[in-house]
């Protein structure tokens, strides 16, 4: 049985993927499938996030500033919680 996903994107972005994919060959849904099927495979993301540890530290500090925002926690789990809720 085949299912659906659909991803939500800015327009320019998705214009410059699928262009770069044309390039390979490739159309959205194909290089989805492809990305899907490696994660499956390496029971993870199948790159390595080339973020920066600066940038991470950032949204990781700003996640955390707005989950505090008006709350109090009584322990670190209530707080851990709220932010995975956040995050999602």
């Not at 800015?10 to 492809?34: I, N, P, R």
């Not at 099927?37 to 950032?58: H, L, M, S």
């Not at 709220?82 to 999602?88: D, S």
Request: no cysteine; hydrophobic share 45%; aromatic share 6%.
């Amino acid at each position: 049985m085949n299912t659906t996903v659909n991803v939500r994107l800015e327009k320019k972005m998705k214009a410059k993927a699928s262009k770069a994919l044309s390039e390979l060959g490739l159309d959205m849904s194909t290089a989805v499938k492809m990305f899907l099927y490696q994660v499956v495979a390496e029971q993870g993301i199948p790159f390595v996030p080339t973020k920066n540890p600066a940038a991470i530290r950032a949204r990781w500090d700003a996640q955390v500033a707005d989950a505090l925002k008006g709350h109090g926690y009584k322990t670190a789990d209530e707080l851990h919680r709220a932010l995975l809720k956040k995050t999602k």
